[in-house]
Structures are given as C-alpha cells and as structure tokens.
C-alpha cells in the first residue's frame, strides 16, 4: 500500500509539475524590465513565476505552450486608482464598501477587509489585460473624513486574490478635504497634522496612555495603530490633491514629518514636477482631464505625463472615467499620453512597472523578469489602439477564461432572430 | 426649410391680434431660426444670430476622405466655397482656392455630439454654474436650455480640438420632460444666439427611470416608481393633445385660443412633428414602453441617449425608426447601466438601426472617434466587421440625422456646410489627433496653433490659454 501510494505521489507530482510549466514563445515581448524589448522571445513560467525570458530558451519537455507568433506581449496591466471589488453598482444598490461616515474610525478603515474577488467586475476588467489594481477607500459624498482609510493591493486571479494590504493610507485635501474639515483648506491640513501629531504622541507614550496617564485622543486606537506605519514612513501618504500650491504644501509636511506620500488627480502636478522629482513623490495621474472642473485644477492641460517625465517624477496613467467599472480603460490613457509626446515604453511602464513602484510590490509584479508573478498579457497588435483586446490574459501563470458577464450577454443577443425568449437562451 | 418668423411688430400689434396669431406665434418657437434671406423682415425673438467665422474657399488635397455617407475615397480631394462642400473626388482643381496638402491625412464631417451639457454644466463645476435641472416639478418643458447656455464655457473649446462642430445641449435628466434642448455650432460668441444651428429644430429632453423618480420620490412626492414615471408622460401628454385640439380648433374659427402657455406650447410643438423627442432611457423594457406612449399619443421618439440596453431591442429600434444614442462602454454606475456591452452600438446598426455614439461628458466629447473605436474593435471579436467609412456616420450623419439637421451638415456632400476635420491619420487610432478643424467653411482650430485657436473668456491666464506655460 505504501509502495502504490508513494507511485501515486510521484506519479501526481510528476503531472501536476508539467502541467504547471507554461512557455508562451515566439512574440515580441515588452518586459518593462532590464531585458528591454525582444523580439521572437520565450517566457519560460513555472508555478505561476517567470523562471526566464529571452530569445533563444528551449523549451522544457511537456510544458504546455502558447504560441504568441507575430503578437505583442506585456505585463499584466495594474489599476493605478479605483474601487475594484468594493461596490457593485455605485447608485443606490445597497452598500459601497470603499466609504464610510462612522466617526469613531477613520485611518483604520482598511477595505483589504471588504475586497470582493467574486465581483462581477473583476472578469470584466481581467478579459482586457487589468491583472493587478490598488483598491482604494473613497471619502464619500457626505459625511467624509479628510482620512479615509487604507487602500490595499490585489490580483484579479481566482485564489489568494490579496497580495498587499496597507499599501497607502488614503487622504483628501485641496477643495474636497476642506467640504470635511470645516469648509476651509486650512482646516484639512491641520485634521491631518493633528492626526499624525496624535499618532506620534501615541507612539511615545503608549504605556502612559494605556495607564491612563496620558491625554484622550480624538483618534480611535483602531486609527493610531493604522497610522504608526504613516509615521514611520513605510506607509505613504495617498493624497487626493491637485492645486500646485497644496502639493507646494504636501511637499514642506512630509518633510517636516518625514513621510511618504503618492499624489492621485494632480492636475496642476505638472507647474511643481522639479520639486515632485527632487521630493521623490509620485503621481497617479488623470491623463485626459484637461477641464478645470474646479478652480484647484485650472491650471488642467494635457500633455502633464510628458513633463512630469521629463522631469523624472515618477508616474502612473489612471483616468477619472476609467477608475472603478472601467479600470480597463487605462490602455486609453496610455494611448492618449502618446499622443501627446509621452514615449510609447514610458506610457507602458506607467500602466505595469511604475504603479507597481508607487505601491511597493514592483519585486513582485509590474514587469515579465525571473522571480517575478507571471501576469502576461497576449494582444494581437497594439494594446493601446482603442481596436486591440487581448487574446489572452495570464495572471499568476493561470490561463484565465476570457469570459464576464458582458460577454455572455453579448453572446445571448448576437442572433435576433431567436425564436426563444433571451432566458431561454445561451446560459 | 420653410421660414416661420414673425416680426415683432406683427406680435405688438394688439392684444386681439396676439391671441389670434398665437397658435402662429408658437410655431415660430419651434425653429431655432430662419434662412437669412427669408422674407419677413423682423428678427424672432431667440433667433439664431450665428455668423460663420470668414473662410476662404480652400481645396485639401490628397487624403483618406470618408464621406460620412458610406464612402471611403482614398487619394481623395475635397473642396469647398462660401461655407459650402462644393466636390468631392480625384485630381480636383479650383482656380484661387487656398490649397491644402492633406496627404497622408484623414478627413472626414465635422464631430456632431447629440447629447452635451456644455455651457450648462460648465467648467468649474461649481454651485453658481449648475444650470441643466430645472429639478422643481417632475415635468418642466416650460424651460429651454439655451436659456442657461454660459458661452465661456471652456469646454468648448476642448471639445473643438477633438474635431466637434455642432452639439446639441440639453437639460439634464432630473426630470420626466426637463425642457427644450439646443443644437449649436462649436463657435462660443458672447451669448447663445449667436451659437444657434440655423434652421434646426428643437429637441425635447425626456427622461425614463431611476433620476425622475430617485429626485422627486426622495422629496415622497410622484414620482417615485417607474410606473409612476408612465403615469407622468401620460398626463402631460393629455393635457398638450388638449392644448393642441384648441389651438387647432382656434385657428379655424372654432372657438377662443388658450391663454399662450410656454410648457404646453413645448409639447404641442412635439406632437406637431416640430421638435423632436431625445429620451434619456437605460433599459430595453423602458424603451418598449416609451414608444407605446409615442404610439398612445401620436408623436415620434425620435432619439433614445444612452440606450444601454438597445442591444437587447434593435429590431424594435429599426421598426420605430429611433435613434440610440450610446456610450461606447459605460456600464455598471448605476442600477439601469448594469447590462451594458461594448458591442451596443454594433448590434443596433446590424439590427438595422440608427446608431450614435454620444458623450454626455466634456472629457469623452473630446474624443468620440476613440469611443467608436472601441465598439469596432469590440464587434469585430464577434465577427461583425465595421469599416471605418461606416463607423464615422455614427458619429457624423446618424447624429445629424438624430438632430434633424442631416440635409445641412453631417455628410461631405455638395451643398452641405463645410464642417469638416482634417485628422493626422486614421480617425479610429488613438494616436491621430484633428490637425484642422473647419466650421462653415471657415479654419477655427489647428493643432499647436495658438495664434489661431480660439480661448474663451474663463480661460484666460490659464495654461489653457498659454499653451501650458506656468
């Protein structure tokens, strides 16, 4: 018996190693990494890691291959801004998990807790090559707080879908913090330096506190915890601004706290990009709001990636349209950087490689090198041309289905001439 | 088109007269302007003022030209005169014409957005500026959105860049009937009349589902279910066809004319034929009934926006002869947007229906040849193959079409306004950008030249203005 088994468990081994050695071989490969571009290449994965890349790589005995002949192949795309798996419908279609009005908890809202890989759309947005995303907590419409809580990162694979939790403590200031603080600008700075003020005070008096010995704080304990890992710098600061002179302002406060900090919007990010590079802060930026849709962004133009790059600031593409239901939409903005004189490797970094720096887990992912999490995306031409969907989409080293909701409703529908109702029809 | 003014000395002529002509005075609300050489002698209050910027007629040579009715000429030339398309074809020449080398170019009828909120719900967006909802009863088609229309608006511009040259601007969707809508060509003056499209008809906005009935069920008034929407039109609806009969019945001797009245006048004008009826309306089930209310009292939907369900109901589109107007890909913000596919707008074309892709939005206005893109792409997947010389008429003459101006613009054809865009390449790609925009004939926008480009009163000092300086 022990004989039959130990065969059996070879025998098991045996297949479940072949069958989890993948070669896709023969496309032009745009690794984002130190291999550059290579043309007519062979990425080698073995249990869902890049093992090698390069030309001229056999490929193993019974590894199953994926022949990319004459296709471009990428890094899974990673949502730089977005709620991905925290709402299904934003109106009114019970709850939101990216915001809360609670006030007793505000730093340690930490939506890792909420994160719904199930959600109908995750297929939608992994079919057209998103494989990582930061999911991040939102401050609402009313009842916001200038701290919204904790964003984490995720893949859009089917198992151990959480890869990063506390990636970015989320904070709104500039026009939006100042409707929470009090109506004031000025009010939302001092709501933040009073939150990191406590925070370190706790850090320094925690038994005293503990004793009773020290001052209540407005802060929960839940939030002071949360915000430990701000104040030590291994948390940046996720700052929803895009006035020049709030960001003038973010710059002086994380240097005077010495903290971390990531800008998403940054509309007028672009008039500060000298003192963006030499900060070392990064930005999400909204690549096609060019409108001053208030007067923090009146300064809105397109063409800011370019100058943010030729400035060295480090960057990553989102859109406003493209941040939750249509994550997948950041092709576009890559596309539309182009064309306003970003380099194509540059617009592609900045939707793989470059998020994946601002968030902290670029060892993991962003870019298709050995050690690295195999997310690779097959397309047939151009990903950034409007007209491209991938062929397929590996993330982990799974094959996914290229299949959602979307698809399947389109498939009922394609034949009008159905003598069937639709609910009858292909399921 | 025939001219329907009335001078205001005919209107100021005596009370007894004014209710006499009063069913005539209306009808001449329902055009937003006449031919410049029509005979009556007086100007229509609200009537188009709009003036086309000075052009010269100009001869581009050697493009890609899609026609916007079909036809893909390749090493095409296009020439125009006094606001006017005079040809298109090969080896055109036209003595003193300024001639332009488009080789290498694509061209194609100017961008016709059906459903903005420029000027309306300008930029900024701040409290001062939200103009679109009239949200203080359910049915307000008392209203016209020019009336809101803030020229300086800098979206317009923007909107010019991506090649747009008339849009219609429409009230918002609080309402069950939110007012009167306007087309304009893309050419802020200092106020709206001199915007208006000549000779274009009004359009109603009407709105089915969650909005009219989230607004006002939230105050506990009606309505605040979908059939209490229904129930809505319907009464509206009765008491115009009453406005209606009286008028009529007036004019032939047959008893007083009503007291004028500016909500029943609106949708007297609707089932007259004369203005034309754009339904915000998500769902295929809500559509369906909406054309049985266009059925119960007579009138025409002429236009369904944002239509994310018509995939599910083209043949019935094509049998009502209506209009979608779709996003390419918005789905999911809201319960009624939860089906939508990115093949929409293919699958109502290939039910032989008119397909528009629409903005509703001053970001995607700026780029409605990559929205179109997006849903080519997308068919072409499921083997619904759509050329690029049939893709640009949803965006040009299918939206032309669905504002009622499709014999004046929207197609290269002679005799049609020269609105026009001249694109660095393939309309369709994301890296090609307009390089010249014509309105009327006239250059109003080229890429880089800000010598040219135009910059609304807001946006001075802004990079906007400077081309980006700090």
């Known amino acids: 018996m022990n004989r039959f088994f130990s065969l059996l468990a070879a025998l098991l081994f045996t297949l479940t190693a072949v069958a989890e050695t993948t070669a896709i071989i023969g496309g032009t490969v745009h690794t984002v990494g130190s291999e550059g571009t290579i043309e007519n290449a062979t990425i080698i994965i073995v249990d869902g890691r890049v093992t090698a890349v390069g030309s001229g790589i056999d490929v193993p005995d019974g590894a199953s291959v994926i022949d990319a002949g004459g296709k471009i192949v990428t890094p899974g795309l990673f949502s730089p801004m977005g709620r991905l798996g925290l709402v299904d419908v934003s109106s009114s279609s019970g709850p939101v998990d990216s915001s809360q009005t609670n006030e007793h908890f505000t730093a340690g809202f930490d939506v890792a807790d909420a994160y719904n890989r199930r959600s109908v759309a995750i297929a939608i947005q992994r079919i057209d090559g998103i494989t990582r995303a930061a999911t991040v907590p939102s401050p609402g419409s009313d009842g916001g707080h200038v701290l919204s809580g904790l964003a984490a990162i995720v893949n859009l694979g089917d198992e151990n879908a959480l890869d990063k939790r506390g990636a970015a403590m989320v904070v709104t200031l500039g026009e939006g913090g100042s409707r929470f603080a009090g109506g004031s600008r000025t009010a939302a700075w001092l709501t933040l330096r009073n939150s990191l003020d406590e925070a370190l005070d706790y850090r320094d008096h925690k038994g005293d506190f503990e004793r009773g010995m020290r001052r209540e704080y407005q802060h929960s304990i839940a939030d002071l915890e949360a915000l430990q890992s701000v104040i030590s710098g291994d948390t940046p600061l996720l700052v929803n601004i895009h006035r020049a002179s709030d960001i003038e302002t973010l710059i002086a406060l994380t240097g005077e706290y010495d903290l971390n900090a990531i800008i998403v919007g940054g509309a007028e990010a672009w008039m500060v990009a000298d003192e963006l590079a030499s900060a070392r802060i990064p930005v999400v930026l909204q690549v096609t709001s060019n409108l001053p849709g208030s007067f923090d962004q009146l300064n809105a133009r397109r063409g800011a990636a370019n100058i943010l790059a030729q400035a060295g600031v480090l960057f990553a593409l989102s859109d406003s349209q493209s941040e939750s239901n249509n994550a997948r939409n950041i092709t576009q903005s890559a596309g539309n950087a182009v064309a306003d004189g970003l380099s194509w490797d540059l617009a592609l970094r900045a939707i793989t490689l470059a998020p994946a720096e601002i968030y902290g887990v670029a060892d993991n992912v962003g870019s298709i090198e050995a050690g690295k999490a195999a997310d690779v995306v097959i397309w047939p031409a151009d990903p950034f041309e409007l007209t491209t969907y991938p062929d397929q989409v590996l993330i982990n080293g799974v094959a996914i289905p290229m299949e959602s909701r979307q698809t399947m409703l389109r498939d009922r529908y394609l034949q009008m001439d159905s003598d069937k109702p639709p609910a009858w029809r292909d399921k | ?470």
């Open chain 2, 1 to 470: 088109m025939a001219c329907s003014c009335y001078s205001s000395r005919k209107i100021l002529s005596g009370k007894k007269v004014i209710k006499k002509i009063s069913a005539l005075v209306a009808l001449a609300f329902f055009s937003q302007g006449c031919d410049r050489n029509g005979e009556e002698d007086g100007a229509a209050a609200f009537e188009s003022r709009y003036k086309a910027l000075a052009g010269d007629a100009t001869l581009l040579k050697g493009a890609t030209v899609l026609t916007g009715s079909g036809e893909r000429l390749d090493n095409a030339d296009v020439y125009f005169a006094d606001g006017k398309i005079v040809a298109v074809g090969s080896d055109l020449s036209a003595d003193g014409a300024a001639v332009v080398d488009a080789s290498g170019k694509w061209i194609t009828p100017g961008v016709i957005d059906v459903h903005s909120h420029l000027g309306v719900y300008p930029s900024p967006g701040t409290r001062s500026h939200s103009d679109g909802n009239e949200a203080t009863a359910p049915v307000t088609s008392e209203v016209w959105a020019e009336h809101s229309v803030w020229p300086q608006d800098p979206g317009f511009v923007t909107a010019l860049a991506g090649g747009v040259t008339s849009m219609q601007l429409l009230p918002g969707s609080a309402n069950l009937i939110g007012g009167r809508g306007i087309t304009v060509k893309n050419v802020p003056g200092r106020n709206v009349m001199d915007m208006k499209f000549p000779g274009a008809p009004y359009g109603l906005k009407m709105a089915c589902g969650e909005n009219p009935k989230r607004v006002y069920g939230g105050r506990g008034q009606a309505p605040s279910t979908r059939m209490g929407n229904v129930a809505g039109y319907r009464s509206a609806w009765i008491e115009a066809a009453e406005y209606r009969d009286k008028l009529e019945a007036a004019e032939k001797g047959q008893g007083e004319a009503p007291t004028r009245d500016l909500r029943l006048e609106t949708l007297t004008g609707v089932l007259n034929g004369e203005i034309l009826v754009h339904n915000h309306c998500y769902r295929a089930d809500e559509m369906s009934v909406m054309l049985e209310i266009a059925k119960e009292f007579g009138y025409k939907v002429g236009t369904f926006h944002h239509a994310v369900e018509a995939y599910k109901i083209g043949d019935l589109l094509a049998e009502a002869d209506t209009c979608s107007a779709m996003w390419a890909d918005w789905w999911g913000f809201k319960m009624e947007a939860y089906d939508g596919i990115r093949e929409n707008a293919a699958l109502v074309d290939k039910a032989g229906a008119c397909a528009v892709i629409h903005s509703d939005d001053e970001i995607g206005i700026q780029r409605l040849n990559q929205e179109t893109a997006k849903v080519m792409g997308a068919a072409a997947r499921v083997g619904i193959d759509i050329a690029p010389e049939h893709a640009i008429e949803w965006i040009t003459s299918n939206a032309a079409k669905s504002l009622g101006v499709e014999d004046k613009t929207g197609t290269l054809e002679a005799d049609k306004m020269a609105d026009l865009v001249i694109w660095t390449g393939n309309p369709f790609s994301v890296y090609s950008k307009a390089e010249r925009v014509y309105i009327d004939g006239a250059l109003a926008y080229e890429l880089g030249n800000n010598e040219l480009n135009p910059v609304t009163d807001f946006s001075l000092g802004t990079a906007a203005a400077t081309g980006g300086a700090k």
